[in-house]
T-cell receptor
Framework: AQSVTQLGSHVSVSEGALVLLRCNYS??????LFWYVQYPNQGLQLLLK??????LVKGINGFEAEFKKSETSFHLTKPSAHMSDAAEYFC????????????FGKGTLLTVNP | GAGVSQSPRYKVAKRGQDVALRCDPI?????LFWYQQALGQGPEFLTY????????KSGLPSDRFFAERPEGSVSTLKIQRTQQEDSAVYLC????????????FGPGTRLTVT
């Protein structure tokens, strides 16, 4: 079975500050890991994904995440927050193979203060 | 090109009514997923199709939930005798075959059961 834990249901940062959203996973097989962003009343948009290539993954909008197997973590970071980054962020894991269903964390709401 | 579309975007049903939610995947996408997102939670897997074949329906919460994709393109999620606990956003996602693992999500249908 797979699971995802997102530490902190709500993170608040100032504009220009570092964004750090935490994600830990458990998986019985080498995982595929994803970060999605959800804006109000919209579907999920993929930010970045880890699929067993480079451990440091760069995504859209200046976000990046580092896969650390020893810590079973895949934390999302951005050096400088913008107001437009305010949204809900979801970490997800997939075991790959023929069934690519995603198991999501509960999400972290990011607010950016001016 | 066009993304995943879902209709209706909003649906209000009285308890006991049947509802049908539609998903139009990206053209050419073989795999299609349905997820249920309760308020304040991450999406949870419901069911998965590869072409017209329903390969995994382990996430359907009860036999009141039924999904189909008869021609391997458009999919319909049907909920019979709706209950208040069915209130949620229902998300559809599609993906190409192969190793991409990247699911493209629609905007969702918000179902409210009164």
């Amino acid at each position: 079975a797979q699971s995802v834990t997102q530490l902190g249901s709500h993170v608040s940062v100032s504009e220009g500050a570092l964004v750090l959203l935490r994600c830990n996973y458990s998986s019985s097989v080498p995982p595929y890991l994803f970060w999605y962003v959800q804006y109000p009343n919209q579907g999920l948009q993929l930010l970045l994904k880890y699929t067993s290539a480079a451990t440091l993954v760069k995504g859209i909008n200046g976000f990046e995440a580092e896969f650390k197997k020893s810590e079973t973590s895949f934390h999302l970071t951005k050096p400088s927050a913008h107001m437009s980054d305010a949204a809900e962020y979801f970490c997800a894991v997939s075991r790959g193979g023929s069934n690519y269903k995603l198991t999501f964390g509960k999400g972290t709401l990011l607010t950016v203060n001016p | 090109g066009a993304g995943v579309s879902q209709s209706p975007r909003y649906k209000v049903a009285k308890r006991g009514q049947d509802v049908a939610l539609r998903c139009d995947p990206i053209s050419g996408h073989v795999s299609l997923f349905w997820y249920q997102q309760a308020l304040g939670q991450g999406p949870e897997f419901l069911t998965y199709f590869q072409n017209e074949a329903q390969l995994d329906k382990s996430g359907l919460p009860s036999d009141r939930f039924f999904a189909e994709r008869p021609e391997g393109s458009v999919s319909t999620l049907k909920i019979q005798r709706t209950q208040q606990e069915d209130s949620a956003v229902y998300l559809c996602a599609s993906t190409q075959t192969g190793d991409t693992h990247e699911q493209y999500f629609g905007p969702g249908t918000r179902l409210t059961v009164t």
